[in-house]
């Protein structure tokens, strides 16, 4: 058996792997555009008659952005230091800002409060005031029944939720995020 030298052993696997990175670009990019198919187009005709599916309705991530820009730019404007959270329905961040001296502490906070408000369709103030009759609502975990969150809806359902935290009160935590849910109205 005859021996290879190390050069050629290096140019050998740098080709292989140049030809198997070109062949899998390739197959990706061959599949990636099948929008056009009538194969594709009857696959997603069928979709929409399955009622075993559900679709749902959610903010953009520009969407999302604004919102959370709109609440930090709120809190800014009154001098405040806070941490902004946008959720999805499903209470998964898909924004949070830590705004410039704005706590350690915050952001979670922020998000905790988003979760909590989109969870059960309420500014958070008004969950607080639930806690008198039912404390045992803390023990859920990922929620914060603290003033500072405030839903978003369409339709009266959530679609996602504003969560700020680090103002002195959570009264003003709470306007800063329906500063937020404000400017999605435009």
Do not use: Y
């Amino acid at each position: 058996m005859k021996k290879t030298s190390v050069r050629t052993r290096v140019l050998t696997g740098t080709v292989a792997a140049a030809a198997l990175a070109a062949a899998t670009v390739g197959a990706v990019s061959a599949s990636a555009d099948t929008t056009g198919t009538p194969a594709v187009a009857a696959a997603v005709q069928a979709d929409t008659q399955n009622k075993n599916l559900t679709q749902t309705t959610g903010l953009t991530i520009e969407a999302a952005t604004k919102a959370a820009q709109a609440t930090l730019d709120a809190a800014t404007k009154a001098g405040q230091h806070v941490s902004v959270a946008v959720v999805d329905r499903d209470g998964i961040t898909r924004v949070l800002l830590k705004g410039d001296g704005a706590g350690p502490q915050s952001p979670v906070s922020a998000e905790r409060k988003a979760f909590t408000a989109v969870s059960w369709n309420a500014p958070t103030s008004e969950l607080a005031k639930r806690l008198a009759q039912a404390p045992n609502l803390t023990d859920i975990p990922g929620t914060l029944f603290l003033a500072g969150g405030a839903p978003v809806q369409a339709k009266g359902a959530p679609v996602a939720a504003i969560g700020v935290a680090g103002a002195p009160s959570g009264d003003l935590d709470e306007q800063f995020a329906q500063a937020g849910v404000a400017a999605l109205g435009n």
